[in-house]
């Protein structure tokens, strides 16, 4: 039987669907927080973090064997790199959730998070489209796409900050702009995507 090919663009479809599959349960857990029943999604969570890490890991170790990669191997890093780095900042929302022992949730976190979601859906959706960049003229408009909902979110995360630090005592405080924080970088992962995307294709254009 004849080995598959390993193909690096499909081993970023994989990362990607791992943070597609990781918003997707921090969505599922938000839409009826029960405190009791974190412990159990924390496991969820890391499993799914855990895969991501071991793809990436698979794709390190054969780029390490690869004589002739289709890109730059310091753009495959980069990119699995960014990739993986979006699943890691998801599951470190959930972990800030469950550290300062937050037992409901404020109002605004079903906006961040559904922002979020449809960050990463457009995220995996460029993603997809990458594995065949050069033939592909729609790479672009979701490019752009992804950078106005990274703007969005700072836009939401500007807007929460200066209430939440305008009406609350200091503990709250605390607690919410580390978890606000941490939806920041989220966004903030899914543009370096983008943007590594986007000067690999400009380099082998």
């Known amino acids: 039987m004849k080995k598959e090919k390993f193909n690096y663009f499909d081993e970023f479809i994989k990362g990607s669907d791992y943070s597609v ?9 938000f839409e009826d927080f029960n405190k009791n029943l974190l412990p159990d999604n924390i496991v969820k969570m890391h499993k799914i973090e855990h895969e991501a890490d071991e793809e990436k890991h698979a794709l390190t170790n054969y780029l390490l064997k690869d004589f002739l990669p289709p890109i ?6 980069l990119l699995a790199h960014k990739i993986d780095n979006l699943t890691d900042n998801i599951e470190e929302i959930l972990i800030n959730i469950d550290i300062f022992n937050v037992t409901a949730l404020r109002p605004e976190i079903s906006e961040f998070t559904k922002l979020l979601y449809d960050c990463c859906k457009s995220v995996n959706a ?3 489209e990458f594995k065949n960049f050069k033939k ?3 790479i672009e408009e979701k490019i752009i796409e992804i950078n106005h909902m990274e703007e969005d979110g700072d836009s939401l995360y500007s807007k929460y900050m200066r209430e939440l630090y305008r009406a609350n005592n200091p ?23 983008a943007d590594a995307v986007e000067n690999i294709i400009l380099k082998n254009s």
Do not use: Y
């Open 126 to 128: 460029l993603i997809i």
């Open 72 to 77: 730059e191997r310091e753009d495959i890093v």
């Open 136 to 138: 592909n003229s729609n």
């Open 171 to 193: 503990i709250d405080i605390l607690i919410w702009t580390q978890i606000l924080n941490c939806f920041e970088q989220c966004f903030d992962a899914c543009e370096q995507i």
């Open 21 to 29: 599959h990781s918003i997707e349960l921090l969505n599922e857990i």
